[in-house]
């Protein structure tokens, strides 16, 4: 059996790792345009020394990640925990701080806001929609779009409140402004406007507090080159800088990968990882649909002189989100008053750079289609080092190198019309309404991953979604799995 992977993200190389681990004779090659594995997932490198992640830096669903390197035998992945978890400065001197134990949260909120019974009150309800979210929705796959207007589909929906947006639910427990921005913007971190983004997607906060924040020792990035390290151990044949044209359909089949210079390769199965509104346009036959993107944002790297005084995680928030929100998702525009999120992994690993020095990375949201020189027409990026000096003085006088990575940057490298994190997380492009791991029922043998394909973006959900391509491609190709005989999983897959 041949399988072929156009692309190496994430999703692709946990794929790869469950099917060497249970059908030790497949035979993967896997194609990728870049001369690196793990798309999103990959280190930036200074000239003067360090190394940092490029992309995701927040470790979630910690207990589902180890669960997932077990199943595909991964060893030598560390995981630390980050606590306190973050805190957010808003302009007016408000801070808001986030703490692993929910306990000492509910106090923390309590004396500061007088809003500690809400807190519990999120964390009860959201602990139900969690369990339901995840059984109902996250961990299996669709063949239909009209399976969500099933009962047992719509029940839990309405009970959730899903239609509500992420900011509008958490009026039902929280009063306070603060509170409601601090527990609704996590959104943004699969690139949804929590003022648009279905309640549903509120659950990220919820983890958040109920299972910790967490920090891969080495880097994110770290992961992905372990990943790709157990592969090349059990024969996994990586072709770099091979960018796809197209893949060959005949008789309602995918038949063949044909690479930018002509080369043809065969395979028996064939899996798309990368943004898939960009990947259909390499299936013969297709005309590409339209999607709605995701958020963008200008990334800023930092190589420091020394030490830097500043926790793991930190967010300088804007007094408002919602002008912030409304400016990038819907006017284009930057905003007045920028949100900064400050990342410092050296507080916690000096691995990164080896001696006393230290990396920062600060992500800002941003509308898509800005460049260098449409920050500079307008001194943003000065203006972000302003918000950042405001609150750490002398912040920029330890900048030994900076490195700047806009939407169309993003754009470039191939993510879609340069959002972060994939499509948009709106309710016409979550569950069955999204690409599914089998995306053109008239097309065998082709199969998706991707943080735009469900369930949805965020390391351990795109490695979910690996579970669910595996099981529906042992299902169809009629291999012997641990679910072959429940037909109440081969039904959800």
Not at 186 to 195: E, Q
Not at 295 to 302: A, E, I, K, M, V
Not at 380 to 391: A, R
Not at 465 to 471: E, K, R, W
Request: proline share 6%; glycine share 10%.
């Amino acid at each position: 059996m041949k399988i072929g992977f156009v692309g190496a993200g994430v999703g692709t190389l946990h794929a790869a790792l469950l099917l060497t681990a249970r059908h030790p004779g497949v035979e993967i090659t896997i194609f990728e345009k870049e001369a690196h594995v793990g798309g999103r997932l990959r280190s930036v490198d200074f000239e003067s020394g360090g190394r940092i992640d490029e992309g995701p830096t927040i470790v979630l669903m910690p207990g589902k990640l180890k669960e997932q390197l077990a199943e595909a035998g991964v060893t030598g992945v560390k995981l630390e925990r980050v606590d306190p978890l973050y805190d957010l400065h808003f302009d007016d001197g408000t801070v808001v701080t986030k703490v692993s134990d929910v306990v000492d949260q509910a106090i923390a909120i309590e004396r500061q806001f007088g809003e500690g019974r809400g807190f519990y009150e999120f964390m009860h309800q959201k602990e139900k929609d969690y369990k339901t979210s995840v059984s109902k929705f996250l961990e299996r796959g669709y063949r239909r779009k009209t399976e969500l207007l099933h009962p047992e589909m719509m029940r839990p929906l309405l009970q959730m409140h899903a239609l509500e947006t992420a900011h509008d639910h958490l009026k039902r427990y929280f009063k306070n402004k603060y509170l409601r921005m601090a527990y609704s913007f996590p959104t943004f971190y699969i690139g949804g406007n929590p003022y648009t983004t279905p309640s549903i997607y509120g659950l990220i906060p919820y983890r958040e507090q109920a299972e910790g924040v967490w920090y891969v020792k080495g880097g994110y990035f770290s992961l992905a080159e372990r990943m790709y390290d157990t592969l090349v151990e059990r024969g996994v044949r990586f072709v770099f800088k091979a960018p796809v044209e197209r893949v060959v359909v005949d008789q309602g089949q995918a038949k063949e990968i044909v690479l930018q210079g002509g080369t043809h390769e065969a395979f028996d199965q064939i899996v798309l990882n990368g943004e898939f509104p960009l990947m259909e346009r390499l299936v013969e036959g297709k005309q590409p649909k339209a999607y709605t993107p995701s958020g963008g944002t200008l990334l800023l790297y930092f190589k420091m002189k020394g030490k830097v005084d500043l926790p793991v995680h930190r967010f300088l928030m804007p007094n408002d989100l919602e002008p912030l929100m409304t400016n990038i998702f819907k006017k284009g525009r930057l905003p007045k008053h920028p949100a900064v999120y400050l990342f410092h992994p050296s507080q916690i690993d000096r691995s990164l750079t080896g001696t006393d020095d230290s990396v920062v990375y600060s992500l800002i949201p941003s509308p898509r289609g800005y460049g260098v020189k449409d920050y500079e027409k307008v001194d943003f990026v000065e203006t972000v080092l302003e918000k950042i000096e405001h609150h750490h003085p002398g912040f920029r006088e330890k900048i030994q190198e900076m490195k700047i990575r806009t939407p169309n940057d993003a754009q470039a490298f191939g993510l879609y019309e340069g959002g972060s994190f994939g499509i948009a997380p709106t309710i016409r492009q979550s569950a069955a309404l999204k690409t599914q791991a089998k995306p053109y029922p008239d097309i065998d043998r082709l199969y998706a991953v991707g943080a735009s394909v469900h369930p949805c973006g965020g390391v351990p959900v795109v490695m979910m979604g690996a579970t669910i391509l595996v099981n529906r491609m042992e299902q169809e190709m009629g291999w012997k799995h641990e679910f072959s005989g429940d037909p109440e999983r081969v039904y959800q897959m």
